[in-house]
């Protein structure tokens, strides 16, 4: 599926600029395919939108895609959606899924082996935020488009 600008006339502030949505059902591939599908909704914005993406807010945009969509596969029956939004200067990810139990970030603990995903996701999206719904959950981080300026 194509990004979809939300507002060719200019939206209001907070409002999506673009969006795409994309449905998740497969195999073993679902995690390198949203990886692939966040990138290049992000590339699409940077050619089609003129929006200013650095590389590391690239990276930062598949890991966080990655660790979320391989924690719905693991913990969640059915299908996984993947909704990307760019609203102004950073990106929402929002990946939902059938499972309603909602996940705990764990205290940090270098000797636990897996487990990591959401202490991952916190330590470098600017926001996280995890809602209950009547069919399961959504988990949403965003994720700042351009890299901070250095201090010092």
């Not at 945009?61 to 996984?80: C, D, F, H």
Request: proline content about 9%.
């Amino acid at each position: 599926m194509e990004p979809v600008p939300v507002d060719e006339g200019g939206a209001a502030p907070g409002a999506p600029r673009l969006k795409a949505s994309y449905a998740l059902d497969g195999g073993g591939a679902w995690i390198a395919q949203a990886r692939r599908l966040a990138a290049e909704f992000l590339t699409r914005a940077c050619a089609e939108d003129d929006l200013p993406v650095s590389t590391r807010a690239v990276e930062v945009t598949q890991l966080v895609v990655s660790e979320l969509v391989t924690n719905a596969r693991k913990y969640a029956p059915g299908p996984v959606r993947l909704d990307l939004r760019v609203l102004d200067d950073a990106l929402e990810v929002v990946v939902r899924d059938g499972n309603p139990v909602l996940p705990v970030p764990r205290a940090a603990n270098p000797d636990r082996v897996g487990q990591h995903g959401l202490e991952i996701v916190m330590a470098v999206a600017q926001w996280l935020d995890v809602q209950q719904g009547p069919a399961g959950k959504r988990v949403t981080a965003r994720i700042a488009l351009l890299d901070a300026p250095a201090v010092g």
